[in-house]
């Protein structure tokens, strides 16, 4: 069965340092997400892409966020400098169809911020 | 903006069990989802209900878009049922925060 991944499952960092979180998406998929979750809170929504641009992104997504699709596979976020509110875990989701369609999560990357 | 709001917080329930989740939201939305996150934290996506009624095996959902709630509904209840369960709205009428979650409900499901 086709699946999402993510990597790295840790990452930890020094405040004001940038990391790149990486996703590799379902291959047919053509719409994909990334969300993030602080520690026993709810899942908060980021950023959805698709055709190769931002279609919606919420508050949290500030200029310190930006996602890029480099190649036909991968799909990252980059967060420039942390902040140690940054600290959560970060799901990338992809699905065929937008919102209306079944979303396929991958397993997360945890980011601590130190 | 919109609220959302999920009921109960917490349940427990006996294996075998039925039980009704409930998600309330403020204004009228697009779309309506639900997911489920394991105790690993893996997160499911259950269904895309944004009115009317699905059904997949013990677990079922009801959105009445009218009246601004959905339910999910589990039946015969199983230890791998545990977990949290969040509803998603997908709403318009902001230019930002356009997909919130609810807080989640979460299930204990004990042998």
């Known amino acids: 069965e086709p699946e999402v991944t993510q990597t790295p499952s840790h990452q930890v960092t020094q405040m004001g340092q940038e990391v790149i979180l990486r996703c590799v998406p379902i291959?047919?998929?053509?719409?994909f997400y990334w969300y993030r979750q602080i520690l026993g809170q709810k899942v908060e929504f980021l950023v959805s892409?698709?055709?190769?641009?931002?279609?919606?992104k919420s508050e949290i997504f500030d200029d310190q966020f930006s996602v890029e699709r480099p190649d036909g596979s991968n799909f990252t976020l980059k967060i420039r400098s942390t902040k140690l509110e940054d600290s959560a875990m970060y799901f990338c989701?992809?699905?065929?169809?937008?919102?209306?369609?079944?979303?396929?999560f991958g397993p997360g990357t945890r980011l601590t911020v130190l | 903006g919109i609220q959302v709001e999920q009921s109960p917080p917490d349940l427990i329930l006996q294996e075998g069990a039925n039980s009704t989740l409930r998600c309330n939201f403020s204004?009228?939305?697009?779309?309506l989802q639900w997911f489920h996150q394991n105790p690993w934290g893996q997160l499911i996506n259950l269904f895309y209900?944004?009115?009317g009624t699905k059904q997949n095996g013990r677990l079922s959902a009801t959105t009445v878009a009218t009246e601004r709630y959905s339910l999910l509904y589990i039946s015969s209840s199983q230890t791998t049922d545990s977990g949290v369960y969040f509803c998603?709205?997908?709403?318009?009428?902001?230019?930002?925060?356009?997909?919130?979650f609810g807080p989640g409900t979460s299930l204990s499901v004990i042998p």
């Open positions: 204004d009228s939305v697009n779309n």
């Open positions: 989701a992809s699905t065929g169809r937008g919102f209306t369609d079944t979303q396929y």
């Open positions: 291959s047919n998929h053509l719409y």
């Open positions: 892409f698709y055709n190769n641009e931002i279609s919606e």
């Open positions: 998603a709205v997908e709403y318009s009428k902001t230019s930002y925060d356009k997909v919130i």
């Open positions: 209900i944004p009115s």
